[in-house]
Nanobody
Framework: QLQLVESGGGLVQPGGSLTLSCAAAGFTLDYFGIGWFRQAPGKEREGVACISSSGDSTDYADSVKGRFTISRDNVKHTIYLQMNNLSPEDTAIYYC????????????????WGQGTQVTVSS
């Protein structure tokens, strides 16, 4: 069973940056499209960004375009979410999810999920 592990969350001040990582224990993610999702308290989970297995295709939610960058290193078998100019509205638990090759249209297209990492943006 593919198990994803997120890391890199924490507390950051508004305007600051964080980089989240997503890796798989015992598996390579090279053949998987990876999505990042987030869920804030009292809100539904929303898609943030995704990247195809080749890295040729990426997509972003409008709320993070120009601030977040998704990338992958298939040598290190790790997917990254670089988050810049963070605001309190970005506070949430961030999850990575995997599906074969391509980005999914919705969260329901992703069969494999990590446990999440907390990102808190506060002064």
């Amino acid at each position: 069973q593919l198990q994803l592990v997120e890391s890199g969350g924490g507390l950051v001040q508004p305007g600051g940056s964080l980089t989240l990582s997503c890796a798989a224990a015992g598996f390579t993610l090279d053949y998987f499209g990876i999505g990042w999702f987030r869920q804030a308290p009292g809100k539904e989970r929303e898609g943030v960004a995704c990247i195809s297995s080749s890295g040729d295709s990426t997509d972003y939610a409008d709320s993070v375009k120009g601030r977040f960058t998704i990338s992958r290193d298939n040598v290190k078998h790790t997917i990254y979410l670089q988050m810049n100019n963070l605001s309190p509205e970005d506070t949430a638990i961030y999850y990575c999810a995997a599906r074969f090759r391509l980005c999914g249209a919705t969260e329901y297209d992703y069969p494999y999920w990590g446990q999440g990492t907390q990102v808190t943006v506060s002064s």
